[in-house]
C-alpha cells in the first residue's frame, strides 16, 4: 500500500488533505473515522486535532514507523483490502492516493462501505493520470504515475454509485516550486473547477444510505447537525448551501425563481399528472419557494378539506408564497424556518411530504436529516414526492448538467446553489418503498422525480 510520492504528490496531498478536512468536517466531528493508506499519518493527524476518534491503517512499516511519531496509539498495519474494523462501525472512511496502488480497488472500496455506518462516507482521492502532471509523469515514466492501475473518471463514479450517492470533482493546484505562487495557486484551483476532467486530484465522494434505527446514527447526525450550524455562513466542500445562505441567495432571488419554471415544470407536471394528491388530508411541502406549486395544488388538485402547510428558509419567499395562496388562507399556511431540525410538524401528521428542486442545493447531511424527517413526519404508506436536478442521461442532458455543474462549483449562487444529484440514494429500502423514479428532461435539462412511501 506504499504510495511512493514524489514531490508532485507531496504537493497533491497537500492539496487534498486540506480539501478533505473541509469535506469532512461536518461528520468528523465526534465521530469514528478510518484513513486507510494512511502512509505517514499527515491526514490522520490533522482528522485527529479537529475532534475525530481517527483509526489510520497501512500495509507498509516503515510508513507506519514515520506516522507513529506523529500520532501514536491509533494505527493498525493492515492489508486495505481486509480491514481489521467491525461491519458499520465507523462514520467517515477515507483513502489518499491509496487506491490507484492497490490490486483490487473495487475491492478496497468494497471494504471501506463495509465499515462505514449507513449515512456516512467515504471519500477517494485518486491521482490523475489526464491532468498535465500526469501527463508529465506517464511520458517520463516517473512515479508514482508509471506505477499505478489509474482508473477512469467514469470507471471511479460507476465503482462510487455501487455504495451510495457518488460525486467526484477534479482540483488542480499549482506546484509548490512555481513563482507567484499565492496568485497562481487560487487562479489554477478556479481552472481546475471549471475543467475537473483535468484536475491534478479526483476526488470521489460516497454518502452511504442511511438506516433510521441506530441510536448511535442518531446522535451522530445531531453533532453534524450541529457542527454544520457552528460553521454559520459558508459553502460545503462537498456541496449544498447552509440553511443561512440558501437563505440570503433566496432572498435575492425573490420572484425571479418563477423563471425557472421552463425546465422544471415537466417533471411537476409528471408528479401531479399521476394525480398523487387528490387522496391526500394533509401536505407538506419543504422549501415552498414562490408558492407556485402550493397554488396550483390548492386549485386543482388537493380537496377542499384538506390542509397545507409549507415552510421555507428565506423570508422574502415565504412573503411571496402567502401573497400567492391568501385565498386558501383558512386550510393552507406558509411558515418561515430557520434551518434548524426537526421540521415543525407532528409525528405522523401529513401524507405527502413534497420538495421541489430544494434536495438539489442542500449539503448531503442535512438533506439526509431532513428525509428521517419526513419519514417522521408521514403517516405509514404516506408519500414523499421529490422533484430535483439530476445527472443527464442523453448526450446533450449530460452536457448541459456537467456545464451547470461546473458552473456551480465556481459560483454555487449563479445556479441558485443546485447541482445535479442522486435522489433515490437517499431513501434507505428498509424504511421505504419507491413507488415511481422516473428522469424528465426539459430543454436538455434533466430532472428526477421520485415518489416513495413511508414503511
Ligand atoms: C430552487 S427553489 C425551489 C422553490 C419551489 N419549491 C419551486 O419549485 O419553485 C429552492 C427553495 O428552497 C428553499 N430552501 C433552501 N434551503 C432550505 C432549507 N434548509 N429549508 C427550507 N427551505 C430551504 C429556498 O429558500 C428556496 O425557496
Not at 465521530?31 to 494512511?38: E, F, L, N, Q, T
Not at 509523469?137 to 470507471?155: H, I, K, M
Not at 440514494?425 to 428498509?430: C, K, N
Request: glycine residues 10%; aromatic residues 6%; charged residues 25%.
Amino acid at each position: 500500500m506504499t504510495t511512493g510520492l514524489t514531490n508532485i504528490g507531496a504537493t497533491t496531498r497537500g492539496v487534498s488533505n486540506r480539501l478533505l478536512c473541509c469535506a469532512l468536517l461536518g461528520q468528523c466531528l465526534g465521530g469514528g473515522s478510518a484513513d486507510v493508506g494512511c502512509g505517514t499519518a499527515r491526514l490522520t493527524t490533522m482528522l485527529a486535532a479537529r475532534g475525530a476518534s481517527v483509526v489510520g491503517i497501512d500495509l507498509d512499516s516503515a510508513m507506519l514507523a514515520v506516522a507513529a511519531g506523529r500520532l501514536s496509539g491509533r494505527l493498525v498495519r493492515a492489508d486495505a483490502a481486509q480491514l481489521p474494523l467491525r461491519d458499520a462501525s465507523v462514520d467517515v472512511a477515507v483513502v489518499v492516493a491509496t487506491l490507484e496502488f492497490t490490486r483490487d480497488p473495487a475491492g478496497v472500496l468494497a471494504e471501506m462501505a463495509r465499515i462505514t455506518r449507513p449515512g456516512g462516507r467515504l471519500v477517494a482521492a485518486v491521482l490523475n493520470p489526464m491532468s498535465p502532471w500526469g501527463w508529465i509523469g506517464r511520458v517520463r515514466r516517473r512515479a508514482p504515475y508509471r506505477d499505478g492501475r489509474f482508473l477512469a473518471r467514469s470507471e471511479l463514479l460507476a465503482l462510487g454509485r455501487k455504495h451510495g450517492a457518488a460525486q467526484i470533482r477534479g482540483v488542480l493546484f499549482a506546484a509548490e516550486h512555481l513563482p507567484l505562487l499565492r496568485w497562481l495557486g487560487p487562479l489554477s484551483e478556479t481552472i481546475g473547477a471549471m475543467l475537473p476532467r483535468f484536475g491534478a486530484v479526483q476526488i470521489l465522494t460516497i454518502q452511504r444510505t442511511r438506516n433510521l434505527d441506530s441510536d448511535a446514527q442518531v446522535a451522530t447526525s445531531r453533532q453534524a447537525r450541529e457542527a454544520l450550524m457552528d460553521n454559520g455562513p459558508i459553502y460545503l466542500d462537498d456541496g449544498g448551501l447552509s440553511p443561512e445562505i440558501a437563505a440570503r441567495v433566496y432572498d435575492r432571488i425573490g420572484r425571479l425563481q418563477d423563471t425557472q419554471s421552463p425546465f422544471e415544470r415537466p417533471a411537476v407536471d409528471r408528479l401531479i399528472a399521476a394525480r398523487r394528491f387528490e387522496a391526500a388530508t394533509s401536505v407538506f411541502e419543504f422549501g415552498c419557494g414562490t408558492g407556485a406549486l402550493a397554488h396550483r395544488l390548492l386549485r386543482d388538485h388537493i380537496g377542499p378539506q384538506s390542509t397545507y402547510l409549507g415552510v421555507d428558509v428565506s423570508k422574502r419567499m415565504v412573503e411571496l408564497a402567502r401573497r400567492r395562496i391568501a385565498a386558501c388562507a383558512d386550510r393552507a399556511r406558509v411558515v418561515h424556518i430557520d434551518g434548524t431540525l426537526p421540521l415543525p410538524a407532528p409525528d405522523r401528521s401529513a401524507d405527502r411530504f413534497i420538495a421541489a428542486y430544494v434536495f438539489d442545493l442542500l449539503p448531503p447531511d442535512y438533506a439526509a436529516q431532513v428525509i428521517d424527517e419526513a419519514h417522521r413526519l408521514l403517516r405509514p404508506g404516506g408519500l414523499a414526492c421529490l422533484v430535483s436536478l439530476t445527472h443527464g442521461r442523453s448526450t446533450r442532458a449530460r452536457l448541459i448538467s456537467r456545464s451547470r455543474h461546473r458552473i456551480w462549483r465556481v459560483a454555487p449562487r449563479l445556479v441558485g446553489g443546485c447541482r445535479p444529484i442522486d435522489l433515490r440514494h437517499l431513501f434507505d429500502p428498509d424504511h421505504w418503498d419507491i413507488d415511481e423514479d422516473a428522469v424528465i428532461e426539459s430543454w436538455g435539462v434533466p430532472s428526477e422525480l421520485v415518489v416513495a412511501a413511508a414503511r
